[in-house]
């Protein structure tokens, strides 16, 4: 009886909405008895089933808000992406600091209650409230578990730009233009998404003309880019 092989899907035969390129060459190397393969086309694989599960919100475990307007996602492609997430899912403050002071992250959705009364003498361990519960504050220590943030607020985000820079996110595409690289440029810098700061900067440098020559200078001057 011939033994099973590995079980190949077939492109006909991949989850709806998934549309990976075209077949491409397999890189392979052999050292004695074992052979090692590299599949090229498994980042592109993953990309769009990543963009299929956010698209049908399925197993999506974090969800933020900006403007009013709320983003389902999860929370392992955000930490993949951005600096700051990776450092506020692993129980850290935020790198650098000052971001999520006065205009970058908010305190999660679910802070947004009375703050509870602070012991009046010396320093005591945090009460007993429910996990992942940051401090009041913005500017402290965030005391959470990787599980306990499921909702927040992005204060300084617009709801546009933040759609835009989350589409990058699951789609490796942003698109642009002048009336909404101001909002995306924000967003991935409050969010420390260098990759997007770039696609930003590079579109700027290509839209420069006579017409628009002040609003791109002004833009950039807003946001501390180099000339």
């Known amino acids: 009886m011939q033994a099973e092989g590995p079980f190949l899907l077939s492109p006909g035969r991949l989850e709806e909405g998934l549309k990976p390129g075209a077949p491409s060459q397999l890189a392979m190397s ?20 990543l963009n299929l599960l956010w698209r049908k919100q399925l197993f999506c ?9 709320q983003f389902h996602c999860h929370k392992a492609v955000l930490a993949s992406c951005s600096q700051y997430f990776r450092s506020l899912f692993s129980s850290h403050p935020p790198l650098g600091g000052g ?4 205009d970058g992250l908010g305190a999660p959705k679910d802070q947004q209650q009375p703050p509870q ?13 429910e996990p992942g519960t940051p401090s009041s ?11 306990a943030i499921n909702n ?11 759609r835009l820079v989350l589409e990058y996110l699951y789609t490796a595409n942003v698109t642009l233009s002048l009336d909404t690289v101001e909002e995306v440029l924000s967003v991935s810098k409050i969010l420390h998404i260098p990759q997007v700061t770039k696609l930003c900067v590079q579109f700027l440098n290509d839209q420069i003309s006579v017409q628009n020559y002040k609003q791109v200078c002004k833009i950039a001057a807003l946001h501390g880019l180099e000339e």
């Open 152 to 162: 927040l607020v992005l204060q300084g985000c617009s709801s546009i730009g933040l």
């Open 99 to 102: 971001v999520g002071g006065q």
């Open 30 to 49: 052999r050292s004695g008895d074992r052979t090692s393969t590299f599949d090229p086309s498994h980042s592109d694989n993953l990309l769009h089933g």
């Open 137 to 147: 504050s913005p500017d402290d220590k965030l005391l959470t578990s990787p599980r």
């Open 61 to 69: 475990d974090v969800t933020l808000t900006a403007q009013g307007q």
């Open 117 to 129: 009364q602070q012991p009046s003498q010396q320093q005591q361990p945090p009460p007993q409230e």
